[in-house]
Structure formats: structure tokens, C-alpha cells
């Protein structure tokens, strides 16, 4: 559609204001509704998609399946307001690699997966109007490896409401954009350019080098913190060894102190035992001494058995 377009500055294809904001975008409903209403907080007409299921309900640009966008520009840009419901939405592109590739971001999904023609990515939103700054150059290169050309597709899923979707060949400050590019109704507002601020500098929301820069240091913190414990483990360990091993000494020290303890006992046993060998002998020979006075007399009492009774008279 834009192929030959000459592409500088804003490209919308979106805009809620305006006799037909949805002439190039096909209505693909089931159990929802697409509608024009007035949005208080932005006081002006936005377009508002919402449906019980976020697959079966969503808008498609450009209307006809056979034909692409064809835009060259790196950014899309989406001012959306958050539901407080599922959201998604998916871009097509295709690389230098003349591969079609599918980008999903979402608020429902907390990792990034990455496939061969579809990466799915997780999303945060802020309550009220977000302007989300996707850069499909990096994205493109950091999930595939290859260089982004053009956009084919875009797609936006229930639930939210639309005040514009646009693309760009950079990003600017707030006060650099036009007030009907802005993701707040109040050009004068001097809130606007801090909250535009944060939202860039909200590591969340995908706008490109400064996410890639974040979630690379929150890989670094993340393996930094796995090696400081895998160390912490390590040294807990060594320590447990360590008690283990001085257990064991003083367990075998017990054993050797009483091996020791038995030995000098039986030692002063082996000493003590002469004194009472003599004591025993000397208890012997005491008795064999008073032994043999009773032999004597079984001696005397047998003599005097042996010896008669009776006398013979002596002779006159």
C-alpha cells in the first residue's frame, strides 16, 4: 500500500478522528464489539475493541489479505489505553532473509519466546493511555539475527481503546511531536513530557535499544547473582566437610585416649600382680606350714593306734 509512498517523518494508519478511521483495517468480531465513543480522560473520539476472547476479536490493516502495508520505517508507535483486560497485539515484517516474521506482544505472558516465525513478547501497561514505542529494527535483529526491511502487517487484538497508531523514522521528545501524536490531550499539560519521559525510560515498554541495554544487565545481575551462590554453596559445603572431618578426630581421639586409659590399667594390674602373686604364695606356705602339724598328729594318732592298749604286768 505504501510501497511507493515517500516515507519521512509520521506515517499514521490509524486515527480515531475523521469521517472513516477504519477504511483500510478489516473487523474480524466474535462475541465483542468495535466501536466510536468519546473518552473522558482523553476528551476526544477513540476507538474502542473489546470481545470475550482476544484471539477471535481483533483488527487487521491493510483490509485485504493479499496486500501488505510496505513501510519501511523502523518505529510503530501505538497510543492505546489499558483495560484492565487481556491485550495483544502482532506485527508482521519481513527480514533481509526474504522471511516473513511475526512479533506478539501481550500482557497476559511473562517470558519471551522466540520461534522461527514468531516471537512472542511480554508487555506492561500502565492504567490509563500507553504509548508504546516498538523498534522492529532491533527486535528483528536481536531475535532472528537478520535486518529488518518493511512492515506487511499490523494487527490489534481486544481489549483496548485506539487513539492512533502510527509509524516513524525516529523517536522524539514529547515537545517534538505534534500535539495529535501524543499520547496526552493536552499539549500545555507539564506533566506530559515527564510522563512521556518515563514511558521511554520504563524498561517494560519496548522501544528498543534502551530495553536491550536493560535486559542485558539484568542478565548480568542474574548470573552474577548464580555464581555468588553456586560460591556460597560451595563454601558451605567445604565448612560441613570440614566439621565432619574434626567430628571424626575428636571421635578417634576418645577411642585412643581410652585405648590408652586400658593400657595403663592393665599395666598397674600387671604391676600390682607380683605383690599379690607373693601374698598368694606366702598365703600358700602359710598354709602348708599349718598343714603339716596335722600330719604330725594323724602321725601321733596313728602311732598311738599302732601302740597296744594294754601294757603286759611287769615281772616280779
Not at 590408652?260 to 604364695?281: I, L, M, S, Y
Request: with cysteine; net charge negative.
Amino acid at each position: 500500500m505504501f510501497r511507493n509512498t515517500f516515507q519521512s517523518g509520521f506515517l499514521s494508519i490509524l486515527y480515531a478522528i475523521g469521517s472513516k478511521p477504519l477504511q483500510i483495517w478489516r473487523k474480524n468480531i466474535n462475541n465483542g464489539y468495535v466501536k466510536r465513543i468519546t473518552d473522558f480522560e482523553m476528551q476526544s473520539s477513540v476507538i474502542e475493541i473489546c470481545g470475550a476472547n482476544v484471539s477471535t476479536c481483533f483488527l487487521t490493516c491493510p483490509s485485504n489479505p493479499k496486500q501488505t502495508l510496505g513501510v519501511k520505517m523502523p518505529f510503530l508507535v501505538l497510543l492505546i489505553k489499558y483495560l484492565k483486560k487481556y491485550f495483544t497485539f502482532e506485527v508482521q515484517v519481513i527480514d533481509d532473509k526474504n522471511v516473513k516474521r511475526r512479533f506478539r506482544a501481550s500482557n497476559y505472558q511473562s517470558n519471551t519466546r522466540v520461534k522461527p516465525f514468531i516471537c512472542t513478547i511480554p508487555m506492561k501497561l500502565d492504567e490509563g493511555w500507553n504509548q508504546i514505542h516498538f523498534n522492529l529494527t532491533d527486535f528483528t535483529r536481536r531475535a532472528y539475527g537478520t535486518n529488518y526491511l518493511e512492515t506487511l502487517r499490523v494487527q490489534i487484538h481486544a481489549n483496548c481503546r485506539i487513539r492512533r497508531i502510527y509509524f516513524t523514522d525516529q523517536l522524539l521528545s514529547s515537545k517534538s511531536i505534534p500535539a495529535e501524536y501524543r499520547a496526552f490531550n493536552n499539549a500545555n499539560d507539564d506533566n506530559a513530557e515527564e510522563q512521556y519521559q518515563n514511558q521511554l525510560n520504563d524498561p517494560n515498554q519496548m522501544h528498543g535499544e534502551e530495553e536491550y541495554q536493560y535486559e542485558q544487565q539484568q542478565e548480568i545481575n542474574q548470573e552474577q547473582h548464580i555464581e555468588h551462590e553456586e560460591v556460597h554453596e560451595q563454601e558451605q559445603g567445604n565448612a560441613e566437610e570440614g566439621n565432619a572431618e574434626e567430628g571424626n578426630a575428636e571421635e578417634q581421639n576418645p577411642q585412643q585416649e581410652g585405648g590408652e586409659e586400658q593400657q595403663n590399667a592393665e599395666a598397674e594390674q600387671q604391676q600390682g600382680n607380683p605383690e599379690e602373686q607373693q601374698n598368694q604364695e606366702g598365703n600358700n606356705n602359710g598354709e602348708v606350714e599349718q598343714e603339716q602339724p596335722k600330719e604330725n598328729n594323724e602321725n601321733n594318732e596313728e602311732g598311738a593306734v599302732e601302740e597296744p592298749k594294754e601294757q603286759p604286768p611287769a615281772e616280779q
